[in-house]
């Protein structure tokens, strides 16, 4: 009798239930479990068909997999499709994940995204596992796009209709092929909203323009050979990476681009690797005059081999042109002895603002050690040095830690904190 009595209050619930909330369970089940939900009642038949948020990820597909583990694309390809098809109502966005083993006679991602631009879809996320796959040109005809994001993929220049995506505040290309230099440039023009922009080992352009007056996060890693900043007096945050070391000429114009960035905008926050820290740097002895970031509160010195004499130097030229910096982080790659007679270590230059420094990957090398008490002897608040790494023995640890201790420090409040990973302490030392 209980029983029954509680089968009837669940039958009323669904049926008796505000489209809102109904709306809302839906939003939080995976869209196979949303369409199954359609048996628990009349006014649950079809409310899964105005689900606003596509999402077709690896977990779609994992649930469309053949008994053997193999992907099954022609029964997802078709499941999409039918969704589309009955769907009755605005999309916000649509994530595609296209396994590695997909048939792309299957592929009807052209229909798919005429849908989409047809009823003002806002989010678009398209991830190819390896291979690059087309993305049809009337994704340009997507003229609410706030957001977009590629991987794996090749693009073709957008019809001459196409002025930009007036709305698109995120842009995130990843391994993304273009088949025309102009590309790039026609694929943000008139994006006067652009916020964050992210570009990855891409293929086919080998000079950039970035222009977006609105631009507040950027992040470029691959290989380029020149780079231009026209109009972002609105950057906030800058990371930067180069696989390989360019020629000197084209160090010269990256350098240019750097320097440009400490007099053109409000830059908080920069990340470099060896290979851009050693450009800044040349840059630098090329105008014989410094070069400041005035404004710069975190500075990010990544896969940074300290091992090497130019490079340590490197990074004290680029430390010493962000006199502001609350936040300091260097990932070390490797710690080789340098010769420390060969570095030329200003004691007389003070990070007055320096609170908190980050070393990972320290080895106990002179090199770091000596960089170690440069920044203990130069700042004059700090409070933090964290250190991290998975490499020190039993006997290194202790050996470092005497080496650490016996530093003269410009802080009083300085404290060393040795990481057991990257978010936990292991234990703290109070010089």
Known sequence: MACSKSSKKMKDFFENAPDLVIGKILENLPIRMAAQASVLSKKWRHAWLSLENLIFDSDFQKQQENEDGSCNWRKSSRIISRILLHHNGPIHSFDLYVPEDADEDHMNLSQWISFLSKNGVQMITITHWDSKMYIPSNIFRCSELVYLELANCTLNPPPTCFHGFPKLKYLELVNVEFTNQNIFCSLIENCRMLVTLILVDWVGIDHFVIDAPSLQTLIIIGDFESLAFRNVSSLESISMGLRKMPEI???????????????????????????????????????????????????????????????????????????????????????????????????????????????????????????????????????????????????????????????????????????????????????
């Open 249 to 431: 000429l084209v160090t010269v114009e990256i350098a240019d681009a750097i320097n440009l960035l400490a007099s053109s905008c409000q830059l908080q926050c920069i990340s470099f690797d060896d290979h851009l820290c050693k450009i800044f740097a040349a840059g630098g002895l090329i105008r014989s005059s410094s070069v400041t970031f005035n404004q710069l509160q975190e500075l990010r010195l990544i896969n940074i081999s300290l091992g090497k004499f130019r490079v340590l130097r490197d990074v004290l030229s680029m430390i010493e042109s962000c006199p502001y910096i609350k936040k300091l982080i260097i990932l070390v790659t490797s710690g080789k002895n340098v010769g420390q007679h060969m570095v030329d270590f200003n004691y007389n230059y003070k990070l007055d603002h320096l609170q908190e420094v980050y070393i990972e990957g320290i080895t106990g090398s002179s090199a770091e050690l000596k960089l170690v008490e440069y920044l203990l002897a130069i700042s004059p608040v700090l409070e933090n040095m964290f250190f991290y790494s998975g490499k020190l023995g039993i006997e290194s640890e202790p050996k470092m830690l005497r080496a650490l201790m016996g530093f003269p420090r410009a802080s009083p409040k300085a404290r060393l904190l040795f990481l057991e990973n990257r978010y936990e302490v292991k234990f703290a030392v109070q010089l």
